[in-house]
C-alpha cells in the first residue's frame, strides 16, 4: 500500500479485528517480557506470539511489560509488531503492568489505543486544592486619582 503508513495499516488491522468476539472456550495466555528489548530480539519475540497462537485457543495475549522501566523505541516498535502478529490471527495483545513511562511513549506515539493496558495504573493524587476565605479588608479599592480603577 503506498503512501500508507505502517502505523496507519496496524490501525486498520486494529479497526477490523476490535469488534471479533472471543471464541467460546478461549482463554488468555501469559507472556513475560523480561529484560529490555533489543532489535535482534523482535523476530523472536514475534514468533512466539505466533507459536503460542497456534498451539493454544487464547483469545488474549497477556504481555507482562513490568520490566521495561525505561521504554525506548525499539520496545514500542516490537510491541506493534507483536500485536501486528497478533491481529492477523484475530487476536489482541494486552500489556500488563505498564509503566507511566511506557504509557506515555505509547501515547506519545499515538499507540495507545492500538496496544491496550490490562488496567489503568492509579494516577497519583498529588494534593488536594484548598479553599479559602477573602481576607477582611484586601479587596481593592479604586484611589480616586487613578484612571483606571
Do not use: F, N
Not at 99 to 120: D, F, H, K, T
Request: proline share 7%.
Amino acid at each position: 500500500m503506498k503512501g500508507v503508513s505502517a502505523i496507519d495499516r496496524l490501525r486498520r488491522v486494529a479497526d477490523d479485528t476490535s469488534a471479533l468476539p472471543p471464541s467460546p472456550g478461549w482463554s488468555e495466555i501469559s507472556l513475560d517480557i523480561g529484560r529490555p528489548i533489543v532489535p535482534a530480539d523482535i523476530p523472536a519475540l514475534c514468533e512466539r506470539v505466533r507459536v503460542s497462537l497456534e498451539d493454544r485457543d487464547a483469545g488474549v495475549i497477556v504481555c507482562d511489560v513490568g520490566a521495561l522501566a525505561h521504554p525506548d523505541a525499539v520496545a514500542i516498535d516490537a510491541l506493534a509488531r507483536m500485536q501486528l502478529t497478533a491481529l492477523r490471527r484475530g487476536r489482541r495483545i494486552r500489556l500488563d503492568r505498564a509503566s507511566y513511562e511506557l504509557q506515555e511513549l505509547l501515547a506519545m506515539m499515538g499507540l495507545y489505543g492500538i496496544l491496550p493496558l490490562c488496567r489503568e495504573l492509579p494516577l497519583e493524587s498529588i494534593g488536594q486544592a484548598e479553599e479559602r476565605e477573602q481576607a477582611s479588608g484586601v479587596e481593592k479599592e479604586a484611589d480616586s486619582g487613578d484612571p483606571t480603577g
